[in-house]
Structures are given as structure tokens and as C-alpha cells.
């Protein structure tokens, strides 16, 4: 895995009510494992958190590169050599740390174990599923299935790209929801030390009559309250999907980091298979904080 990288925006916060104190990390022997390591480390250091980390992956995959000469490719002495290679980088970090070697097991298991770390923290940090970039490593559910029902916020990290800061530049997905009433308010701690935050309501277009105090008024000045900026921005929905739109208007206004209510339009079964995070999901190029 690589070091343990970026220099997240903004020092460390103390004495708040919201400030996450308990990170949890899901590892596996993916190549792009790192870049979630170093968020996490980054966080960590941030809000001066303690940090979970836990190694789970299907049983019998294991990778073809990183591992010393001589190690038995099995996926215990993977999870070992991975947690080993994270407990040094989290020393390095002068982060306090644990970490966890889930028994191998199934896509079910993987995801069981993943949920029930996820659930003893307050932030849970996982990393997006590619299929060019898997290995067979974790089921291609797992974000969805841990955002779904772990009660946590999750912040999902891309499989490409470096992420120097997080929570400069905020794009938020708006529709008034209850999904994305909580994402906004798990965000809060990233977003304090923001330069720029933007309330993005994609409306169809028989509803671009409303104006922008009905549509994110009162959220405008509940961040307010928090000591954060956030400006309002409505457009309407065209050809476009919201996931392509999202992740559009996030390189237009050069953010790194989207906020979204996880959802689906038939509910939380649809919100994992289908709907508009999973999609989301597969296309995001900023870290992405999920809550449901």
C-alpha cells in the first residue's frame, strides 16, 4: 500500500459536539488500497481520531504483486502483511490506531464484517469498486450494502487520483430529502474549514419556478449556524443523468469532495442495485461522503 499521503485541508478540530473521533478503514490487497489509507491517516491526524482498521476479502483471492518473497499466498497471510504494512505507516503518521484480520469467507461475510466495524464508528472510510481495477477482492456491492445499513456515514474514496485536500471545495447534492438532510449534517466536520460550498438542487424542469430560498433557504442558514458559507445553485435536469450531472458539475467548480444522500427511487433495495448511487458510485472522481 502507499504512504500515507495527503495533506487534508484544515488543522485539527477540537472541543466539537461533531467532530468524528473514531475512524474505521476497510482494507483488502487491492493496488489502490493506498489512496484510502492516506485518507484515513489524513482524517485521522485532522481530527485527532482513533482509527479502525479492518483487512476483509473474499477467501482465496489473493494478489500477484506486493507481498515479500516467500510469503504464502493465502488470503490470512495477506490480511497479515496488509495490516503489518498499515500499523507502519500509521506509527509514521503518529496516528493511534487497532487493526482487524477478518476470518476468510464469502462476498456475505466480507460484507458482514465490514458492517459491523462500520457500525462502531463515526465515520466509515471504503474504497470505490472499479471492475477494471478488481481483482475479485470484495463484492461489487459493498459500498451500497454498508451505506444502506450500517447507520454511518461513509466516505468513499475513487480508485484514480491524487487527493491533496478534502473539504476545500464542496459540492452538495440537494433535493430536500431525509437522506440528504443527513449527509449534509454528517459532513459538517469536513466542511468547517471549507472555502467554497455549493448547494446544487438538479430540479425537472417544471419545477424551476421555484425559487432558491424555497428550494435551500432554510439549509443556507442552518450551515450558517455552523460557521459555513454555502451558496445555493439550481439547474434544470436534461438529457443528463443526476449521477452524470454531479459528478459534471464537481470538475466544473473544481471540488474535492461531493456530498449525497444515498438513495434509490424504489428505496433502500433499489438504492443498492440500482437508483442513483450506485451509478454515482462507478463514476465519482472526488471523495464521496454517503449517509442513508
Known sequence: MASPGPSVHGGRQRGEGMTPRHLFVHLDSSA?????VGVTLALARRFDAHVSALFAQIDGVVPTYGLPEGLPKTTTHTGAHALERFGQQARAAEVRFEAHLAPPGTAADVVKHTLEGARDSDLAILGQFLESQSGGEVPADLVGQVVAHCGRPALVI??????????????????????????VNDAIPLMRAAESVYLLSIAPPADMSLDLETLSGGLVRHLLRHGITATPVREPRHGLSIADTLVSRVTDYGCDLLVLGAYG??????????????????????PTLLSH
Open 265 to 286: 427511487h424504489q428505496g433502500l433495495h433499489a438504492m443498492v442495485r440500482t437508483g442513483v448511487t450506485r451509478p454515482l458510485i462507478s463514476q465519482m472522481t472526488v
Open 32 to 36: 489502490v488500497c493506498g489512496r484510502r
Open 158 to 183: 475513487p480508485g484514480h487520483g491524487a487527493f491533496e485536500t478534502l473539504g476545500r471545495r464542496v459540492l452538495v447534492g440537494w433535493n430536500g430529502t431525509r437522506e440528504a438532510a443527513r449527509a
